[in-house]
């Protein structure tokens, strides 16, 4: 089969079918290399095969299945990366499938300047438990180590927290502690 198969539609392209991956392509070894760019200009759609590279046809950016990345701006140290997809992924927390969005992959590898490898592990709604869990505990510890006595908002809160950790008894006794301490 000739030609160069896209990584987002799965489709087997001609070299006339790339040119906005190309022309990203080419404008970044232009800045990165300009002394050697010249020299391997003509043979630059050999990287089209190399399946770490992260490209789309331009019918994929055309039909917005993909957009375009700005490859000097990814932390990567292999091939740059031309376009950001849409991938499938698992949730290892909840099982259930989601998708790692091109806005997201946008955002993670040019704007947060995470690893081109990275990979959430979790769906976005799981990432936000995560989080709100992370931030429980970091409070509850706070107000756990405090040395002098608590306030009854403060017993009041960790109550609140123990109820969202689903630690029954120990909520319980902290309500019991915003009773007593009225």
């Known amino acids: ?9 799965q489709q087997y392209r001609y070299q006339s079918e790339l040119s906005t991956a190309l022309k990203i392509l ?19 759609i050999g990287s089209f095969t190399n399946e770490d590279m992260d490209w789309a ?28 997809y849409d991938t499938a992924l698992t949730c290892e927390r909840c099982e259930v499938d ?13 704007g947060l300047k995470f690893h081109a ?25 706070e107000l756990l180590s405090q040395t002098e006595a608590l306030s009854k908002s ?4 960790i109550a609140a927290i123990y109820d969202r950790m689903g630690k029954e008894e120990k909520k319980r006794m902290y309500e019991h502690l915003v009773r007593k301490h009225s």
């Open 117 to 141: 490898d990275a990979r959430p592990k979790n769906c976005v709604a799981c990432r936000k438990l995560v989080r709100a869990e992370k931030k429980d505990n970091s409070r509850l510890s």
């Open 57 to 84: 046809c331009d019918d994929c950016f055309q039909q917005k299945r993909a957009i375009p990345a700005v490859p000097g701006a990814i932390f990567d140290g292999g091939e740059p990366h031309l376009a950001h």
């Open 26 to 44: 080419e404008a970044h070894y232009r800045v990165t290399m300009p002394s050697y760019y010249k020299s391997f200009k003509k043979d630059i």
């Open 154 to 157: 403060e017993y009041a809160e």
């Open 1 to 9: 089969v000739k030609g160069y198969r896209c990584p987002v539609c």
């Open 98 to 110: 989601f998708t790692f969005s091109k806005a997201e992959k946008k955002f993670w590898f040019e």
